[in-house]
Protein backbone atom coordinates (compact mmCIF):
# COMPACT_ATOMS: atom_id res chain seq x y z
CA UNK A 1 0.00 0.00 0.00
CA UNK A 2 1.24 3.45 -0.98
CA UNK A 3 1.76 6.45 1.17
CA UNK A 4 -1.08 8.14 0.13
CA UNK A 5 -3.08 5.10 0.73
CA UNK A 6 -2.32 5.04 4.27
CA UNK A 7 -3.27 8.83 4.98
CA UNK A 8 -7.22 8.14 6.71
CA UNK A 9 -4.71 6.69 9.40
CA UNK A 10 -1.48 8.50 9.12
CA UNK A 11 -3.53 12.27 8.67
CA UNK A 12 -1.32 13.45 5.87
CA UNK A 13 -3.23 14.98 2.51
CA UNK A 14 -3.00 12.70 0.16
CA UNK A 15 -2.47 13.19 -3.98
CA UNK A 16 -5.28 14.81 -6.25
CA UNK A 17 -6.52 14.83 -8.78
CA UNK A 18 -5.83 11.50 -9.68
CA UNK A 19 -5.32 11.73 -12.98
CA UNK A 20 -1.92 10.57 -15.28
CA UNK A 21 -1.18 8.56 -18.70
CA UNK A 22 -1.45 5.07 -18.08
CA UNK A 23 -3.35 5.17 -15.15
CA UNK A 24 -6.56 3.08 -15.03
CA UNK A 25 -9.46 4.58 -14.19
CA UNK A 26 -11.13 5.00 -11.62
CA UNK A 27 -7.84 5.13 -9.99
CA UNK A 28 -7.12 1.94 -7.44
CA UNK A 29 -6.57 4.73 -4.95
CA UNK A 30 -10.54 4.85 -4.43
CA UNK A 31 -11.12 1.52 -3.79
CA UNK A 32 -8.35 1.58 -1.21
CA UNK A 33 -10.09 5.14 0.48
CA UNK A 34 -13.54 3.65 -0.19
CA UNK A 35 -12.42 0.59 2.11
CA UNK A 36 -11.04 2.88 4.45
CA UNK A 37 -14.44 3.51 5.29
CA UNK A 38 -14.60 7.50 6.18
CA UNK A 39 -13.43 10.64 3.71
CA UNK A 40 -9.88 10.67 3.12
CA UNK A 41 -7.95 14.63 3.45
CA UNK A 42 -6.87 16.14 0.44
CA UNK A 43 -5.31 19.45 -0.67
CA UNK A 44 -6.63 21.77 -3.47
CA UNK A 45 -4.99 25.22 -4.30
CA UNK A 46 -8.32 26.60 -2.20
CA UNK A 47 -7.41 24.55 0.62
CA UNK A 48 -8.12 21.39 1.93
CA UNK A 49 -10.86 19.03 0.97
CA UNK A 50 -12.35 16.29 2.13
CA UNK A 51 -12.79 13.32 -0.73
CA UNK A 52 -16.16 11.04 -0.05
CA UNK A 53 -15.92 7.57 -1.71
CA UNK A 54 -18.63 5.24 -0.65
CA UNK A 55 -22.02 5.27 -2.56
CA UNK A 56 -23.91 5.91 0.58
CA UNK A 57 -21.95 8.82 1.79
CA UNK A 58 -21.75 10.94 -2.00
CA UNK A 59 -25.70 10.32 -1.87
CA UNK A 60 -25.82 12.16 1.06
CA UNK A 61 -23.63 15.12 0.52
CA UNK A 62 -25.59 15.31 -2.35
CA UNK A 63 -29.10 15.55 -0.29
CA UNK A 64 -27.57 17.23 2.69
CA UNK A 65 -28.97 21.07 2.75
CA UNK A 66 -26.20 21.95 5.31
CA UNK A 67 -23.45 21.25 2.62
CA UNK A 68 -23.41 24.15 -0.40
CA UNK A 69 -23.11 24.31 -3.97
CA UNK A 70 -21.92 27.69 -4.58
CA UNK A 71 -18.78 28.55 -5.27
CA UNK A 72 -19.21 31.86 -3.62
CA UNK A 73 -19.22 30.19 -0.24
CA UNK A 74 -16.08 30.73 2.00
CA UNK A 75 -13.65 27.23 1.61
CA UNK A 76 -15.07 26.14 -1.31
CA UNK A 77 -12.90 24.26 -3.09
CA UNK A 78 -11.22 25.44 -6.44
CA UNK A 79 -8.49 23.99 -8.47
CA UNK A 80 -7.73 27.42 -9.22
CA UNK A 81 -9.23 30.82 -9.48
CA UNK A 82 -11.44 29.98 -12.80
CA UNK A 83 -11.34 26.32 -12.32
CA UNK A 84 -14.71 24.66 -11.90
CA UNK A 85 -18.10 25.82 -12.02
CA UNK A 86 -18.32 29.41 -11.70
CA UNK A 87 -20.42 31.34 -8.99
CA UNK A 88 -23.78 33.32 -9.79
CA UNK A 89 -21.97 36.74 -9.24
CA UNK A 90 -19.37 35.40 -12.06
CA UNK A 91 -21.83 34.10 -14.83
CA UNK A 92 -25.59 34.55 -13.64
CA UNK A 93 -27.94 31.22 -14.76
CA UNK A 94 -25.15 28.70 -13.83
CA UNK A 95 -27.73 27.50 -11.81
CA UNK A 96 -25.76 24.34 -10.96
CA UNK A 97 -24.05 26.54 -8.71
CA UNK A 98 -26.62 27.86 -7.07
CA UNK A 99 -28.47 26.71 -3.56
CA UNK A 100 -32.28 26.22 -2.76
CA UNK A 101 -34.62 28.60 -3.23
CA UNK A 102 -32.39 30.14 -5.60
CA UNK A 103 -31.84 27.09 -7.75
CA UNK A 104 -34.82 25.73 -8.20
CA UNK A 105 -36.67 29.00 -9.63
CA UNK A 106 -33.88 28.13 -12.51
CA UNK A 107 -34.69 24.61 -12.58
CA UNK A 108 -38.87 24.48 -12.56
CA UNK A 109 -38.50 26.99 -15.50
CA UNK A 110 -36.00 24.16 -17.60
CA UNK A 111 -37.48 20.62 -15.99
CA UNK A 112 -40.56 20.59 -18.81
CA UNK A 113 -37.87 21.39 -21.37
CA UNK A 114 -36.25 18.29 -20.32
CA UNK A 115 -38.83 15.74 -19.50
CA UNK A 116 -39.57 12.62 -20.39
CA UNK A 117 -42.11 13.48 -23.32
CA UNK A 118 -40.17 16.49 -24.14
CA UNK A 119 -37.44 14.91 -24.59
CA UNK A 120 -39.08 11.66 -26.18
CA UNK A 121 -40.24 14.04 -29.31
CA UNK A 122 -36.80 14.67 -30.23
CA UNK A 123 -35.93 11.11 -31.37
CA UNK A 124 -36.37 11.81 -35.28
CA UNK A 125 -34.22 14.94 -35.26
CA UNK A 126 -31.75 12.77 -33.35
CA UNK A 127 -32.37 9.83 -35.62
CA UNK A 128 -31.53 12.00 -38.31
CA UNK A 129 -28.32 13.58 -37.42
CA UNK A 130 -26.79 10.23 -36.28
CA UNK A 131 -27.48 9.55 -39.79
CA UNK A 132 -26.47 11.97 -41.34
CA UNK A 133 -22.91 11.90 -39.64
CA UNK A 134 -22.92 7.68 -40.45
CA UNK A 135 -23.23 9.07 -44.10
CA UNK A 136 -20.87 11.40 -44.22
CA UNK A 137 -18.57 8.76 -42.56
CA UNK A 138 -19.31 5.74 -44.96
CA UNK A 139 -18.61 8.75 -47.75
CA UNK A 140 -15.51 9.53 -46.87
CA UNK A 141 -13.86 6.20 -47.13
CA UNK A 142 -13.94 2.82 -44.72
CA UNK A 143 -11.93 4.35 -41.55
CA UNK A 144 -12.78 7.62 -39.17
CA UNK A 145 -11.80 8.83 -35.79
CA UNK A 146 -14.99 8.89 -34.37
CA UNK A 147 -14.88 11.25 -31.72
CA UNK A 148 -14.35 13.98 -34.43
CA UNK A 149 -16.51 12.58 -36.88
CA UNK A 150 -19.36 11.04 -34.64
CA UNK A 151 -19.06 10.86 -31.00
CA UNK A 152 -18.74 15.08 -30.41
CA UNK A 153 -20.89 16.09 -33.76
CA UNK A 154 -23.87 13.98 -32.60
CA UNK A 155 -24.66 15.82 -29.55
CA UNK A 156 -23.28 19.33 -30.57
CA UNK A 157 -25.38 19.60 -33.12
CA UNK A 158 -28.58 18.16 -30.97
CA UNK A 159 -27.92 21.16 -28.25
CA UNK A 160 -27.47 23.43 -30.73
CA UNK A 161 -30.34 22.52 -32.97
CA UNK A 162 -32.33 22.64 -29.01
CA UNK A 163 -31.34 26.07 -28.19
CA UNK A 164 -30.82 27.44 -31.62
CA UNK A 165 -27.56 28.12 -32.59
CA UNK A 166 -26.34 27.64 -36.05
CA UNK A 167 -24.86 24.56 -36.55
CA UNK A 168 -22.01 27.07 -38.34
CA UNK A 169 -21.16 28.17 -34.69
CA UNK A 170 -19.85 24.36 -34.24
CA UNK A 171 -16.58 24.52 -34.50
CA UNK A 172 -16.71 27.94 -32.35
CA UNK A 173 -17.90 26.57 -29.38
CA UNK A 174 -16.61 23.84 -29.06
CA UNK A 175 -13.23 25.06 -28.98
CA UNK A 176 -14.54 27.81 -26.06
CA UNK A 177 -15.59 24.61 -24.66
CA UNK A 178 -12.78 22.70 -24.77
CA UNK A 179 -10.66 25.36 -22.95
CA UNK A 180 -13.47 25.53 -20.10
CA UNK A 181 -13.08 21.97 -19.26
CA UNK A 182 -9.32 21.08 -19.90
CA UNK A 183 -7.74 20.80 -16.55
CA UNK A 184 -4.46 22.93 -17.55
CA UNK A 185 -5.67 25.77 -19.19
CA UNK A 186 -4.62 28.90 -17.61
CA UNK A 187 -6.77 31.67 -15.74
CA UNK A 188 -6.66 34.05 -18.71
CA UNK A 189 -7.38 31.23 -20.92
CA UNK A 190 -10.55 30.45 -19.37
CA UNK A 191 -11.69 34.06 -18.54
CA UNK A 192 -11.28 34.55 -22.26
CA UNK A 193 -13.10 31.66 -23.18
CA UNK A 194 -15.83 32.46 -20.96
CA UNK A 195 -16.36 35.94 -21.87
CA UNK A 196 -16.75 34.80 -25.65
CA UNK A 197 -19.30 32.65 -25.10
CA UNK A 198 -21.06 34.28 -23.16
CA UNK A 199 -20.86 37.74 -25.60
CA UNK A 200 -21.85 34.97 -28.62
CA UNK A 201 -25.22 33.84 -26.68
CA UNK A 202 -26.12 38.09 -25.32
CA UNK A 203 -25.88 38.55 -28.90
CA UNK A 204 -27.40 35.49 -30.25
CA UNK A 205 -30.53 36.03 -27.37
CA UNK A 206 -30.84 40.12 -28.68
CA UNK A 207 -31.67 38.49 -31.86
CA UNK A 208 -34.18 36.18 -30.48
CA UNK A 209 -35.96 38.81 -28.61
CA UNK A 210 -36.62 40.36 -32.26
CA UNK A 211 -37.50 37.41 -33.99
CA UNK A 212 -38.11 34.52 -31.95
CA UNK A 213 -37.98 30.99 -33.51
CA UNK A 214 -39.09 27.00 -32.16
CA UNK A 215 -35.81 26.82 -30.00
CA UNK A 216 -35.35 26.63 -26.25
CA UNK A 217 -33.88 29.93 -25.95
CA UNK A 218 -36.72 31.73 -27.78
CA UNK A 219 -38.90 29.83 -25.51
CA UNK A 220 -37.35 30.62 -22.46
CA UNK A 221 -37.38 34.87 -23.95
CA UNK A 222 -41.00 34.59 -24.11
CA UNK A 223 -41.48 33.34 -20.62
CA UNK A 224 -40.01 36.63 -18.81
CA UNK A 225 -38.78 34.92 -16.22
CA UNK A 226 -35.13 35.54 -16.41
CA UNK A 227 -32.81 38.04 -17.51
CA UNK A 228 -31.09 38.83 -20.46
CA UNK A 229 -27.68 38.08 -18.35
CA UNK A 230 -29.09 34.87 -16.59
CA UNK A 231 -30.42 33.20 -20.08
CA UNK A 232 -26.78 33.89 -21.31
CA UNK A 233 -25.86 31.60 -18.76
CA UNK A 234 -28.03 28.99 -18.61
CA UNK A 235 -27.70 28.78 -22.35
CA UNK A 236 -24.18 28.40 -21.86
CA UNK A 237 -24.31 25.65 -19.10
CA UNK A 238 -26.57 23.71 -21.25
CA UNK A 239 -24.34 24.19 -24.20
CA UNK A 240 -21.37 22.99 -22.75
CA UNK A 241 -23.17 20.40 -20.42
CA UNK A 242 -25.51 19.57 -23.67
CA UNK A 243 -22.14 18.31 -26.06
CA UNK A 244 -18.85 17.78 -24.01
CA UNK A 245 -20.41 14.90 -21.38
CA UNK A 246 -22.65 12.96 -24.05
CA UNK A 247 -19.57 12.72 -26.55
CA UNK A 248 -17.56 11.03 -23.76
CA UNK A 249 -20.27 8.49 -23.00
CA UNK A 250 -20.48 7.92 -26.48
CA UNK A 251 -17.36 7.30 -27.06
CA UNK A 252 -15.80 5.30 -24.30
CA UNK A 253 -19.38 2.79 -24.97
CA UNK A 254 -18.34 2.22 -28.32
CA UNK A 255 -14.88 1.14 -27.42
CA UNK A 256 -16.85 -1.06 -24.60
CA UNK A 257 -19.21 -2.46 -26.65
CA UNK A 258 -16.37 -2.81 -29.76
CA UNK A 259 -14.48 -5.03 -27.01
CA UNK A 260 -17.71 -7.02 -25.51
CA UNK A 261 -19.63 -7.37 -28.95
CA UNK A 262 -22.56 -9.99 -26.98
CA UNK A 263 -24.14 -6.63 -25.36
CA UNK A 264 -24.63 -4.95 -28.68
CA UNK A 265 -28.31 -3.87 -29.12
CA UNK A 266 -29.09 -4.67 -25.47
CA UNK A 267 -31.33 -1.98 -24.48
CA UNK A 268 -29.61 -2.34 -20.65
CA UNK A 269 -26.25 -1.37 -22.16
CA UNK A 270 -26.54 2.70 -21.77
CA UNK A 271 -27.37 2.56 -17.48
CA UNK A 272 -24.42 0.02 -17.16
CA UNK A 273 -22.15 2.12 -19.20
CA UNK A 274 -23.23 5.81 -17.40
CA UNK A 275 -22.41 3.83 -13.93
CA UNK A 276 -19.17 1.94 -15.66
CA UNK A 277 -17.42 5.35 -16.85
CA UNK A 278 -18.59 7.97 -14.54
CA UNK A 279 -17.24 10.82 -17.04
CA UNK A 280 -18.39 13.58 -14.82
CA UNK A 281 -16.42 11.96 -11.84
CA UNK A 282 -15.14 15.34 -10.67
CA UNK A 283 -17.85 17.88 -11.58
CA UNK A 284 -19.84 18.12 -8.20
CA UNK A 285 -17.73 20.11 -5.45
CA UNK A 286 -19.54 21.01 -2.66
CA UNK A 287 -18.87 22.74 1.19
CA UNK A 288 -19.62 22.62 4.34
CA UNK A 289 -22.16 25.40 5.72
CA UNK A 290 -21.96 24.11 9.26
CA UNK A 291 -20.28 21.27 11.48
CA UNK A 292 -21.34 17.87 10.34
CA UNK A 293 -20.46 14.11 9.95
CA UNK A 294 -20.11 12.35 6.86
CA UNK A 295 -18.92 8.19 7.17
CA UNK A 296 -17.78 8.86 10.83
CA UNK A 297 -15.46 12.08 9.98
CA UNK A 298 -15.99 15.06 11.36
CA UNK A 299 -16.40 17.90 8.69
CA UNK A 300 -15.99 21.60 10.20
CA UNK A 301 -18.30 24.26 8.34
CA UNK A 302 -15.96 25.91 5.69
CA UNK A 303 -14.41 22.62 4.71
CA UNK A 304 -14.60 21.86 1.10
CA UNK A 305 -16.12 18.21 0.23
CA UNK A 306 -15.58 16.46 -2.99
CA UNK A 307 -17.63 13.54 -4.10
CA UNK A 308 -16.39 11.25 -6.30
CA UNK A 309 -19.07 9.80 -8.21
CA UNK A 310 -17.28 6.83 -10.10
CA UNK A 311 -15.72 6.16 -6.56
CA UNK A 312 -19.68 5.67 -5.79
CA UNK A 313 -20.50 3.86 -8.66
CA UNK A 314 -17.48 1.26 -8.08
CA UNK A 315 -18.92 0.99 -4.68
CA UNK A 316 -18.84 -2.96 -4.46
CA UNK A 317 -21.57 -2.77 -1.68
CA UNK A 318 -23.76 -0.78 -3.69
CA UNK A 319 -22.80 -3.11 -7.30
CA UNK A 320 -21.95 -6.65 -6.77
CA UNK A 321 -18.74 -7.16 -8.89
CA UNK A 322 -18.33 -3.10 -9.50
CA UNK A 323 -15.55 -3.23 -11.32
CA UNK A 324 -17.15 -5.17 -14.03
CA UNK A 325 -18.77 -4.16 -16.88
CA UNK A 326 -22.41 -6.18 -16.84
CA UNK A 327 -25.66 -4.69 -18.29
CA UNK A 328 -27.66 -7.56 -16.74
CA UNK A 329 -27.51 -5.77 -13.36
CA UNK A 330 -29.35 -3.28 -12.13
CA UNK A 331 -27.78 0.01 -12.77
CA UNK A 332 -30.38 3.04 -12.00
CA UNK A 333 -29.05 3.31 -8.61
CA UNK A 334 -25.59 5.10 -9.87
CA UNK A 335 -24.85 8.44 -9.49
CA UNK A 336 -23.64 9.21 -12.69
CA UNK A 337 -25.82 12.21 -13.06
CA UNK A 338 -25.47 13.45 -9.67
CA UNK A 339 -27.98 12.78 -6.90
CA UNK A 340 -30.46 14.92 -5.30
CA UNK A 341 -32.10 18.39 -6.67
CA UNK A 342 -29.07 19.10 -8.55
CA UNK A 343 -29.31 15.59 -10.20
CA UNK A 344 -28.34 16.86 -13.88
CA UNK A 345 -31.24 17.73 -15.92
CA UNK A 346 -30.68 16.53 -19.60
CA UNK A 347 -30.33 12.99 -18.53
CA UNK A 348 -33.31 11.87 -20.39
CA UNK A 349 -31.56 13.26 -23.57
CA UNK A 350 -28.12 11.90 -22.75
CA UNK A 351 -29.77 8.37 -22.38
CA UNK A 352 -32.09 8.89 -25.81
CA UNK A 353 -28.72 10.20 -27.73
CA UNK A 354 -26.79 7.32 -26.39
CA UNK A 355 -29.06 4.60 -27.16
CA UNK A 356 -29.92 6.01 -30.43
CA UNK A 357 -26.31 6.54 -31.31
CA UNK A 358 -25.62 2.60 -30.62
CA UNK A 359 -28.16 1.04 -32.51
CA UNK A 360 -28.06 2.63 -35.14
CA UNK A 361 -23.97 3.02 -35.34
CA UNK A 362 -24.01 -0.76 -34.93
CA UNK A 363 -26.79 -1.53 -37.31
CA UNK A 364 -25.08 0.80 -40.15
CA UNK A 365 -21.63 -0.57 -40.22
CA UNK A 366 -21.77 -3.86 -38.39
CA UNK A 367 -17.75 -5.19 -39.17
CA UNK A 368 -16.74 -1.90 -36.87
CA UNK A 369 -13.58 -2.05 -35.27
CA UNK A 370 -11.00 -0.55 -33.71
CA UNK A 371 -8.15 0.10 -35.34
CA UNK A 372 -5.29 0.53 -32.47
CA UNK A 373 -5.63 -1.62 -29.67
CA UNK A 374 -7.96 -0.25 -26.84
CA UNK A 375 -5.32 0.41 -24.08
CA UNK A 376 -3.42 2.63 -26.83
CA UNK A 377 -6.45 5.47 -27.37
CA UNK A 378 -5.42 8.57 -25.92
CA UNK A 379 -7.72 9.05 -22.75
CA UNK A 380 -8.61 12.85 -21.63
CA UNK A 381 -6.48 12.57 -18.36
CA UNK A 382 -6.18 16.58 -18.79
CA UNK A 383 -9.87 17.08 -18.82
CA UNK A 384 -12.03 17.48 -16.37
CA UNK A 385 -14.52 15.11 -17.64
CA UNK A 386 -13.05 11.08 -18.41
CA UNK A 387 -13.10 10.62 -22.46
CA UNK A 388 -10.97 10.01 -25.28
CA UNK A 389 -9.31 12.68 -27.73
CA UNK A 390 -9.49 10.29 -30.20
CA UNK A 391 -11.12 7.21 -31.54
CA UNK A 392 -9.81 5.60 -34.53
CA UNK A 393 -11.42 2.96 -36.36
CA UNK A 394 -12.28 1.34 -39.17
CA UNK A 395 -14.71 -1.26 -41.15
CA UNK A 396 -14.78 -3.04 -44.80
Known sequence: MTAEAQAPTTGCPVAFPLREPGKPFPPPEYGQWRDGGEPVRSELPSGPVWLVTRHEDVRAVLTDRRISADPSKP????????????????????????????????????????????????????????????????????????????????????IAGMLGVPRADRDFFEAKTRVLVTLSSSDSERDAASAALMRYLGRLIR????????????RLVATGRLTRQELAGVSMLLLI????????????????????????????????????????????????????????????????????????????????????FCPERSAR???????????????????LE??????????????LRLAVPADELPVKYDGVLIGLHELPVTWA
Not at 207 to 218: A, F, H, M, N
Not at 243 to 253: K, M, P, R, V
Not at 333 to 351: D, E, I, K, P, T
Request: proline share 6%.
Open 333 to 351: SHVAFGYGVHQCLGQNLVR
Open 75 to 158: GFPKASRTGGAPSQDEIPGWFVSADPPEHDRFRKTLIPEFSVRTIRELRPEIQQIVDERIDTMLAAGDSADLVEAFALPVPSLV
Open 241 to 324: AGHETTANNIGLGIVQLLENPEWIGDERVVEELLRFYSVADLVAFRVALEDLEIGGRTIRAGEGIVPLLAAANHDGTAFDDASR
Open 354 to 367: MEIAYTTLFERIPD
Open 207 to 218: IKEKRPGTDLIS
